[in-house]
């Protein structure tokens, strides 16, 4: 073979490799990319619909949680990596084909050296099973040691980290995490560094010294084979040897994906008990909880006992007792957040299970005890939803007036366009708990409501402002149903009528004048705040 004619198969050989070179990475960059980043909008897009769906019951089981991570965290990752894997598996198959003809034609029975590393197939699943056993295992751990990180930096816990022990017990916590886990990767370590060394040893020595001995061999000591075709083989077995070893991984890897695919799977095939029902949402009607019964899962006593209750279309009802009568569950029951496990809940003479879901809770507006303020806009912060062309400012405006923000909507240079909180935006504003809740509150005022739903959302408020904003909810709602919670009966008095509750029943029922009238714990309860108001006025005075 002459000098050019080398240069020309070298030249014709690189520009071969470029051009695949060149191909690969346009088809990585173009279509890949492109392609894992509408896979993981799919995936999330998907995974949060779901979430929204489940069961309010769900988020307070550590044991969804505990899915919901790992689907989250395992399962997603591994969508991506399947896809990954079907790349390599087709380069795989292209260049096993292309070897193995090539060890074919000079020397078949090198192709037994080149099937040695499925002797590690079954190696390789046991590997897989202990590597997705000890990250379940450590799933729990990672959650803890999370939380406790995320205490030392969210403005939520601030304030209670400065002014107490918390963080050393936190870091304490954190530490404590570190060690179970490190438990765990003890635990399995030796199993797994026994598997990879025998695995090692069968793909390194086994396979690659035995087929160099071999076609040495034949080309020293036999003579069979020439010099170049000894290269050539020890080059394509490797190559063989590289896509047996790997395509088997691959395939173990498909499986071990499959695990964590399952718990994707598995959060996915979660069916919700609260679901829609086939009648059309009456046009009016009462609210009526009729001999209700609730336990909330796990727990041993009912919440609410054979409680029976009526909220007319316009009327203003206020729902008072002591901390954990069962005041909050009957709003969750009221919203179809739970459903009863005995009795009752209608609207206009409908149960609410076989009315559309959305459409129901859609006629509510509320706000809960445990609200939240968003980091975004206070207009979007008002509407609850994206903004759109049909949301004036006026309609803004009018909802925070009533709700008592103003005053405070004065001082933001950007008004309605301000971000809430720094956590998006360096001019973002951070509000008082008392601002927050008006805020939150103005909500109500930027939609049509049929009834409004007050769970004890002014906590922050002295009893003067709760006063006045309970005043303000009862004018501002015109024809609109109220029901309000409030632990702070001076707020009861202007209500059409109080249901006091008590130990998941209703003791006592009726206006604020009858039941003074009537002498019984509603007047003891009264009386008393008002004794320990008056009181607390005199010494602050």
């Not at 193995?100 to 192709?111: K, N, R, W």
């Not at 399995?188 to 793909?203: D, F, H, K, P, S």
Request: proline content about 2%.
């Amino acid at each position: 073979m002459t000098f050019s004619r080398i240069i020309t198969v070298i030249l014709i050989w690189m520009a071969v490799r470029i051009v695949f070179w060149v191909a690969k990475q346009f088809f990585n960059y173009k279509y890949v990319n492109i392609a894992s980043l509408k896979v993981s909008e799919l995936v999330s897009r998907r995974l949060l619909e779901h979430a929204e769906k489940c069961d309010l019951d769900c988020y307070e089981n550590p044991e969804f949680y505990d899915k919901l991570a790992k689907a989250v965290d395992g399962g997603l990752n591994n969508v991506f990596q399947v896809q990954s894997s079907l790349i390599q598996v087709v380069y795989f198959i292209v260049s096993f084909s292309a070897n193995t003809l090539l060890v074919i034609l000079i020397d078949p029975v090198l192709l037994i050296f080149s099937l040695i590393p499925l002797i590690n197939l079954p190696l390789n699943i046991k590997r897989n099973k202990l590597n997705y056993d000890r990250d379940m295992e450590s799933t729990v751990q990672n959650r803890r040691s999370d939380y406790s990180l995320r205490t030392f930096y969210l403005a939520d816990y601030a304030k209670e980290m400065r002014l107490s022990g918390m963080p050393t017990f936190m870091l304490d916590r954190f530490v404590e995490s570190g060690k179970k886990i490190l438990e765990i990767i003890r635990r399995y370590g030796v199993r797994l560094a026994v598997i990879n060394y025998a695995t090692n040893e069968i793909q390194e020595v086994v396979t690659t010294l035995g087929a160099t001995m071999y076609s040495v061999w034949k080309t020293l000591v036999v003579g069979t084979m020439g010099l170049g075709d000894c290269l050539v083989i020890l080059n394509s077995l490797n190559m063989i040897t590289y896509v047996l070893s790997n395509s088997s991984n691959y395939a173990l890897q498909f499986h071990n994906h499959a695990l964590y695919i399952d718990n994707l799977r598995d959060f996915l095939d979660y069916q919700p008990r609260i679901v829609d029902g086939a009648k059309p949402l009456p046009d009016d009607g009462d609210l009526v909880l009729d001999n209700v019964s609730f336990k909330y899962s796990g727990a041993e006593n009912y919440t609410l006992k054979n409680l029976s209750l009526r909220v007319k279309p316009h009327e203003k009802v206020a729902i008072v007792g002591h901390n954990g009568a069962g005041k909050t569950t009957l709003v969750k029951l009221l919203l179809r957040l739970y459903d009863a496990d005995s009795g009752s809940v209608s609207y206009g003479g409908v149960d609410v299970r076989d009315l559309p879901l959305k459409a129901y809770r859609d006629i509510f507006g509320s706000v809960m005890q445990d609200y939240h303020v968003f980091a975004l806009s206070v207009a979007e912060n008002v509407l609850r939803r994206a903004r759109t062309p049909e949301d004036s400012d006026e309609k803004i405006l009018d909802a925070l007036a009533k709700a008592g923000f103003g005053g405070k909507l004065s001082t933001f240079e950007r008004g309605i366009d301000t971000q809430i909180t720094k956590e998006f935006a360096d001019d973002g504003e951070n509000l008082s708990g008392g601002e927050a809740q008006k805020l939150a509150i103005s909500s109500i005022y930027a939609k049509d409501n049929r009834f409004v739903i007050l769970d004890e959302p002014s906590s922050a408020l002295d009893p003067i402002a709760e006063h006045e904003m309970y005043e303000n909810m009862l004018r501002a709602s015109g024809d609109c149903g109220v029901i309000f919670i409030s632990h702070r009966l001076s707020s009861a008095v202007s209500a059409d009528r109080i249901y006091l509750i008590e130990d998941g029943s209703v003791a006592e029922s009726g206006s604020h004048e009858e039941l003074m009238r009537l002498g019984g714990k509603y007047a003891q309860m009264f009386r008393h705040q008002a004794e320990n108001y008056v009181e607390s006025e005199e010494t602050a005075q």
